[in-house]
């Protein structure tokens, strides 16, 4: 089954600065890879996603890269504000069937003021 | 705004008790999950449903079960609560119709003394 590895499990930067973080997984039959935001009591929200048949895709200070060759994925996060600060995860799944998404083990992004 | 309702929120219950957590959306999602959160942050998926009447084990072995006997109920059934079954419990769902990302839930946190 798929594997999903993340890192770092803890990030700080400080305010102003990039923020980015690394997903590799291990089915190449992965075609669906999300990224999701969790704040303090609250379950993960989705923040913004890719499908393999695109190398990138951006949302105003948010991007995401996919190099599917060698299987990962990147989260890119720029102008940091100190809202950034949460939990963020990536995920893989083949989008069709069951959609079971693998979640990476999670960073916790500190933005320093 | 949330679709998709946990309850309860917080829950201290006494070992050996009977719980039931409840999970409900109003989206028509025909997929729905239940994903345990360790308090290393990691998810881990241990049921979901294709639809009415469906019901799959996850990655993750898990003493509780679930039922779909509606669309947009799908709850998670304790019999018999331990120390070990102390966790956060995310409930999410999803569609192909309305893309492939999970809505979650706020979450319950299951304390069991």
């Known amino acids: 089954g798929e594997n999903v590895e993340q890192h770092p499990s803890t990030l700080s930067v400080q305010e102003g600065d990039s923020a980015v973080i690394k997903c590799t997984y291990s089915d190449s039959a992965s075609n669906y890879f999300p990224w999701y935001k969790q704040e303090l009591g609250k379950g993960p929200q989705l923040i913004i996603d890719i499908r393999s048949n695109v190398g990138e895709k951006k949302d105003q200070r948010i991007a995401v890269t996919l190099n599917k060759t060698a299987k990962h994925f990147s989260l890119h996060i720029t102008e940091t504000q100190p809202e950034d600060s949460a939990v963020y995860f990536c995920a893989a799944s083949i989008a069709w069937g069951a959609q079971k998404l693998v979640f990476g083990q999670g960073t916790r992004l500190t933005i320093n003021p | 705004e949330a679709d998709i309702y946990q309850t309860p929120r917080y829950l201290v219950i006494g070992t050996g008790k009977k719980i039931t957590l409840e999970c409900s959306q109003t989206m028509g999602h025909d997929k729905m999950y239940w994903y345990q959160q360790d308090p290393g942050m990691e998810l881990h998926l241990i049921h979901y449903?294709?639809?009415?009447?469906?019901?799959e084990k996850g990655d993750l072995s898990s003493e509780s079960t679930v039922s779909r006997i509606r669309t947009e109920h799908f709850p998670l059934t304790l019999e018999s609560a331990r120390p070990s079954h102390t966790s956060q419990y995310l409930c999410?769902?999803?569609?192909?119709?309305?893309?492939?990302?999970?809505?979650f839930g706020s979450g319950t946190r299951l304390t069991v003394v």
């Open positions: 999410a769902s999803s569609d192909n119709r309305q893309g492939y990302g999970y809505t």
């Open positions: 449903s294709y639809g009415v009447n469906s019901t």
